[in-house]
């Protein structure tokens, strides 16, 4: 789908092109989301140099995420999103041209609507494609602090199910699940500041003031969010050991209760073997007291063993 936003006096004008169409003149930002081959070749023909493929929007070397050729600036830019309970990181491919911002995106990016909205709306403004682009950035820093902060909201929760000690397979989905999320936080703002001091050393001249400003300040949010990012994970391995070791000393309290029960009934197990053997010559055999006499024995050996126990502090 290929779809182009023109921004004037601050109202917002969405256009959907069809392979038929050329580029409207006046707009800003052309979004492709989910293109097809042929939307490939239609934009290939606006364009100097080849156009990017789902293999290239993904990949993972700086000089493949940020570079600049004859159609303007490129930035390849990784975007948290919401999966259910999870969060799962979504490439976007930036192409900041002299005229419009060119957006390639393979996944529904909440940001981007939230930005779209947004200037529908008249909350913010965009008449350069540059601002735009600084605009969508600034909503990605102020959604990854969001993000830190529910993951620090249920970490807390996750201390007191800790410490008292219950539904630990619970408390290691948990763990397990906000770790994974705190990473996927912690790279997209590593390679948020990446584009931006990328913008900030190659595209510097065609910025202006407030826009560098602006720039500055997203950089220096994230290197305040960075320690934030390590903390959670410091936390997140405190409450995994915590986590291991009241489930060892839970083991342990189940070890402990079968071995104290095997003791107790060990002599009595002794005394009633003693007598189960056939040998003629066993005089407690004619005894007209000999089976009371050894039921006596038998739980009297069980009560000494455990009151010994109990005196020695080990139940």
């Known amino acids: 789908m290929i779809t182009a936003y023109a921004y004037e006096d601050r109202k917002l004008t969405i256009i959907e092109l069809s392979m038929k169409d050329n580029i409207p003149p006046g707009i800003i930002w ?132 800790v410490f008292k000690n219950e539904e630990l397979d619970n408390v290691f989905k948990l763990i397990t699940r906000q770790e994974d999320s705190n990473g996927k936080i912690r790279l997209s703002l590593l390679d948020t500041q990446r584009s931006l001091r990328f913008m900030q050393k190659y595209y510097r001249a065609q910025l202006s003031d407030d826009e560098l400003k602006d720039l500055r300040e997203m950089l220096s949010d994230i ?44 002599p009595p197990t002794v005394i009633a073997s003693s007598y189960g053997m056939n040998f003629v010559n066993m005089p407690e055999l004619d005894w007209r007291f000999g089976y009371p006499m050894a039921i006596a024995m038998m739980f009297g050996s069980a009560a000494g063993t455990y009151l010994f126990f109990k005196r020695k502090g080990w139940l």
Do not use: C
């Not at 491919?93 to 779209?116: A, H, M, P, Y």
């Not at 008449?127 to 249920?154: C, Q």
């Not at 320690?227 to 997140?236: A, E, R």
């Open 223 to 266: 290197e305040s969010l960075m320690p934030h990012s390590q903390f959670i994970f410091d936390k997140l391995n405190f409450l995994l050991d915590a986590a291991m070791g009241f489930s060892g000393l839970q083991q342990n309290k189940i070890i402990k209760i079968f071995s104290v029960a095997a003791v107790v009934f060990l």
């Open 30 to 161: 052309l979004d492709l989301y989910k293109p097809d081959e042929q939307e490939r070749e239609w934009l290939s023909g606006f364009s100097v140099e080849d156009v990017q493929d789902e293999e290239d929007i993904n990949e993972i070397e700086a000089s493949a995420r940020f570079y600049q050729n004859k159609d303007g600036l490129h930035i390849n830019s990784l975007f948290p999103q919401r999966a259910g309970q999870d969060v799962k990181g979504v490439n976007v491919s930036f192409n900041l041209r002299k005229n419009f911002l060119l957006t390639i995106r393979e996944e529904d990016v909440g940001l981007i609507r939230l930005l779209r909205n947004y200037l529908r709306l008249g909350k913010i403004e965009a008449s350069t494609p540059e601002t735009l682009l600084l605009e969508l950035f600034n909503l990605k820093v102020d959604y990854l602090s969001d993000l830190i902060e529910d993951v620090y909201t249920v970490l807390e929760n996750v201390s007191e199910e």
